[in-house]
């Protein structure tokens, strides 16, 4: 039997260095590493993003792929990328969702459960299966 299986592992950093608190610029980077627990190959073929900081100012993202990029995956294979983005206060949270296809042409969405955005530490490292 099929099973179309993907886990999500994110790990979220503050960059004091590209911040600049007295403007309001708070910059965060986070590594996603995705993985491939199912049983078929699948590939990622867009990305969904709200991103939220703690005045309740949202942003939403959509594109395709992630970092210009749209990898297969087999089973147990994994892909790992990083990315960033700019708050205009100290903290704030990301969720969202990863689109794929499945080699056998299963269409499914991979939800991306909340992680924090923290200036005053590294956030908390999340994880999500479907």
Known sequence: MSSYTIQIDVLPQYLADQSQPL?????????????????????????HWLIQDETGHTEEVRGLGVVGQQPLLRPGESFQYS?????????????????????????FDVPIA?????????????????
Not at 92 to 106: C, L, P, Q
Not at 118 to 130: I, K
């Open 23 to 47: 403007q309001k610029v708070f910059a965060f980077a986070y590594t996603i590493t995705v993985t491939n627990t199912g049983t078929v190959a699948a590939q990622l073929i867009s990305r």
């Open 114 to 130: 909340t992680f924090l955005l923290e200036s005053s530490g590294t956030g908390l490292t999340g994880r999500t299966l479907h």
């Open 83 to 107: 990315s960033g983005c700019r708050l205009h206060a100290s903290s704030g949270t990301m969720h969202g969702s990863f689109f794929f296809v499945a080699e056998d042409g299963h269409r």
